[in-house]
């Protein structure tokens, strides 16, 4: 994913000198072509998050757009209270930029697993927050969130879903459904949006036919899609490489909570209030945690049985 | 602009609306304004560039009180120079008032940025002036902060950052009263050798009465080209009235009744 956010944002900075990207001493091997060609539009800020969500709060009141960059939790947590007093609150236009969401990182330990971000960042007025669920959503997300202004977070993912075919376009806010069907909803959000089309295809074979909708954006969250979902099937499981609390099932209980819509069946799959002291590959963590394929094919199984 | 002499009836002004205000709304931090109201003065009345009436203007000098505890002075030199109507200074820290505690830009003209967590302000201002550089605007950037402020560690991120982009067009002032929250900065967690810290950064340093108009206005003359700029303004918390100078017990107290009376009656003496 952050080669497609690379290829984008270069594109958006060849057309607009206001694009400014700043890196928290990360990204080796990765920023040096757009260093040289977009003097004045590049600074690596140095290991220095709260300096950097600083600067970029200053840039953007002098009229840039600035993007910020790191990996897991340090564009983020670090730097929590500069995003919330200085980059929202002055309605900067900033998209922050995290590589890493989840487990993207599994191996490097507890402090590169960015598993509360999108609950800490999602309590912020003024944030757009986009975990994009695919490659191509990863480019037309830093686009749409360049163009749209305010302060957004995009999670990036090691992981991303196959391009499958979709009609609808890239917009904030709104969902995409990926696979029809009645019997549940699946909404994940991210990369693991992978795992759930895999669970899907196990699940039709065993006569189950499932919706999946890929949420990239949880805030602003699609309702409609939500409410569709607990109205007209079977149930909504929730998918996501995050922690249970505050993240995109809480989101989407809240949203059917305050509209009265009361879904048949419900479970939210995600990290159980854990720090992960195990490390290992994105994929063993979410196998290890109860949120690969296997296991959201067995969790529907059960919900439907129960 | 006001004239240098002119000058001391503004830090004068600011003194006494912030016994006003801090009375009026029953507010902490007078201590911490009346140690900065001559810097103010100096910026507002002489030093910075800016049109009142055209608070967005582009050329205009930018400045950010970093100690945004101390918003009340902000406020009260805002009124003074034409930002804000005066009578709106009696709304400050009431029900309903856009005029915070701590400075904020919400519907305030001529405040560029809101604080009141410290280390905020300089990586912000920081940031304004690699815009500045990058789109080769004249401009300067005016950044506040107090001494204790220099605990945190951001303070220090923006510190190497400016140093490294040669942000000449960076002016930090620092209210150095050598008295925060509770003890002393050098009771709490020493600063100094303080002016050869920020040297060391790299940055070009002066020291100065931060009471006194006329070097205060030198010191902010004192750019030096590729280095940005960090006047060390020593200064008395309190000053201007004198049972709050260098007194703890003023960062937090409001004044009342026979406190405020003898503060106000002590500032028109001087005034006189």
């Known amino acids: ?306 | 602009m006001f004239k240098i002499k002119n000058l001391k009836r503004l830090s004068l002004k600011i003194r006494r609306h912030a016994i006003n205000m801090t009375s009026v709304g029953k507010s902490a931090h007078v201590g911490s304004i009346l140690s900065m109201a001559d810097i103010l003065a100096v910026l507002y009345g002489f030093v910075m560039s800016y049109k009142a009436d055209d608070p967005k203007w582009p050329e205009r000098d930018r400045f950010i009180l970093s100690k945004g505890h101390a918003g009340a002075g902000v406020y009260a030199a805002l009124a003074e120079t034409g930002f804000i109507p005066l009578e709106k200074l009696r709304s400050h820290y009431q029900d309903g008032s856009d005029l915070s505690g701590h400075v904020s830009h919400k519907g305030i003209p001529g405040v560029e940025f809101s604080t009141g967590s410290l280390g905020h302000g300089l990586p912000v201002a920081t940031g304004m002036a690699l815009a500045a550089k990058i789109d080769n605007n004249k401009h300067n950037i005016y950044v506040l902060m107090s001494d204790g402020e220099c605990n945190e560690g951001s303070v220090w991120e923006a510190a190497l950052f400016a140093q490294h982009h040669k942000l000449d067009n960076l002016v930090v002032i620092i209210d150095r009263n050598r008295l925060q929250s509770i003890k002393s900065t050098e009771y709490t967690l020493s600063l100094e050798p303080f002016v050869n810290k920020w040297q060391s950064f790299g940055w070009h340093v002066v020291k100065v009465d931060g009471h006194n108009h006329q070097k205060l206005v030198d010191a902010c003359n004192s750019i030096f080209v590729g280095k940005p700029l960090c006047i060390v303004a020593e200064t008395i918390k309190g000053k201007g009235v004198s049972f709050m100078e260098n007194n703890i017990l003023w960062h937090y107290r409001s004044p009342q009744g026979e406190e405020y009376d003898a503060a106000i009656a002590e500032l028109e003496e001087k005034n006189a």
């Open chain 1, 1 to 306: 994913m952050r080669d497609a956010f690379l290829a984008a944002l270069t594109n958006l900075a060849e057309k607009d000198k206001d694009i400014v990207l700043l890196t928290g001493d990360l990204g080796y091997g990765v920023f040096e072509q757009f260093e040289i060609r977009f003097p004045g539009q590049y600074f690596n800020v140095g290991v220095s998050e709260q300096n950097m969500t600083g600067l970029a709060t200053g840039l953007s009141l002098e009229g840039k757009k600035v993007v910020t960059y790191s990996i897991g939790n340090f564009p983020t947590l670090r730097c929590l209270e500069q995003i919330r007093n200085d980059a929202c609150y002055h309605d900067a236009n900033i998209v922050i930029v995290a590589s890493g969401g989840g487990f993207s990182y599994g191996s490097l330990g507890m402090s590169h697993h960015a598993t509360e971000d999108l609950s800490i960042l999602r309590s912020l007025p003024n944030m757009t927050i986009v975990a994009p669920c695919t490659l191509k959503e990863t480019g037309d997300a830093i686009t749409a969130m360049i163009k749209n202004g305010g302060v957004g977070y995009l999670r990036l993912d090691k992981t991303n879903a196959e391009a499958t075919y979709i009609e609808s376009p890239f917009i904030i806010g709104k969902a995409r459904r990926y696979e029809n069907g009645d019997d549940i909803t699946l909404i994940a959000t991210g990369g693991i949006l992978g795992d759930t089309n895999i669970a899907s295809a196990e699940l039709r074979k065993r006569g189950i036919n499932s919706r999946v909708v890929g949420m990239h954006s949880i805030k602003p969250i699609d309702k409609n899609e939500i409410i569709d979902a607990a109205i007209n099937t079977g149930g909504i499981v929730t998918i996501e490489e995050h922690n249970k609390d505050g993240g995109l099932g809480s989101a989407i209980c809240e949203v059917c909570m305050d509209n009265s819509v009361m879904p048949k069946k419900f479970f939210r799959i995600g990290l159980d209030n854990i720090y992960s002291s195990i490390v290992g590959s994105q994929q063993y963590l979410r196998s290890q945690y109860g949120m690969d394929s296997k296991a959201i094919v067995k969790k529907v199984i059960d919900l439907l049985k129960a």
